[in-house]
């Protein structure tokens, strides 16, 4: 089946670098993907709709300066959090789908910034 | 504002019972909900989806039932077993054509621990 793949599953950085996250389909084009974010005992929270090709369309309250996305192909999707603080330690999830099945997620980031 | 709530953050049940995770909403728009499993450290994994075209859909251990005058959906899981020990989490969308680019609103989930 389609599968989605995340990478790094887990990064520590320090307060003020930046940092890329890697989406990828595996077996399927993806024209969107999605990319989530949870924080300990909550919901997963979307952040924003990745489009290949195109910008991409932020959720209300995210900061599409803090939070780059790069969608260049149609396999690839990136996140960059760019200085990174400490408030953004969260676990981060990207998704996608072939239109013939739900949404696929990757196995998610697990980001620290000391 | 939470538009999917899932209102018992935990579920323990016996081995071969009958697990059941409720979900409500309130955004009348959406139309099409679905059933992600989550292990620690994991992406969801989906389970099981309902249009609001139906009020139950079944496969195989698990069926979904949708409530639409209640906005409310149920997962049903029998009989359980202790590898659906997971966080159970109800997600929803209102595209209506159930195709995958769609963005979902997820619920914060259920813990079910399912024992021996």
């Known amino acids: 089946g389609a599968v989605v793949s995340q990478h790094p599953s887990w990064v520590i950085c320090k307060s003020g670098t930046s940092v890329k996250i890697e989406c990828r389909s595996l077996?399927?084009?993806?024209?969107?993907m999605f990319w989530y974010r949870q924080f300990p005992k909550q919901s997963l929270m979307l952040m924003a709709t990745s489009n290949e090709g195109s910008k991409a369309t932020y959720e209300q309250g995210v900061e599409k300066d803090k939070f780059l996305i790069n969608h260049a192909s149609l396999t690839l999707s990136t996140l960059t959090v760019t200085s990174a603080h400490p408030e953004d330690s969260s676990f981060y999830i990207c998704?996608?789908?072939?239109?013939?099945?739900?949404?696929?997620f990757g196995n998610g980031t697990r980001l620290t910034v000391t | 504002d939470q538009q999917v709530k899932q209102n018992s953050p935990s579920l323990s049940v016996q081995e071969g019972r009958i697990s059941i995770l409720n979900c409500d909403y309130t955004n009348s728009m959406f139309d099409y909900f679905l059933w992600y499993k989550k292990y620690p450290a994991e992406g969801p994994t989906f389970l099981i989806s309902i249009s609001s075209i139906k009020d139950k859909n079944e496969d195989g251990r698990f069926t979904v039932f949708l409530n639409k005058s209640a906005k409310h959906l149920s997962l049903h899981i029998v009989p359980s077993q202790p590898g659906d020990s997971a966080v159970y989490f109800c997600?929803?969308?209102?595209?209506?054509?159930?195709?995958?680019?769609?963005?979902?609103?997820f619920g914060k989930g259920t813990l079910l621990t399912v024992n021996p």
């Open positions: 077996d399927f084009q993806a024209t969107t």
């Open positions: 997600a929803a969308t209102d595209s209506g054509s159930g195709g995958s680019n769609y963005k979902l609103t």
């Open positions: 998704s996608a789908g072939d239109n013939n099945s739900p949404l696929h």
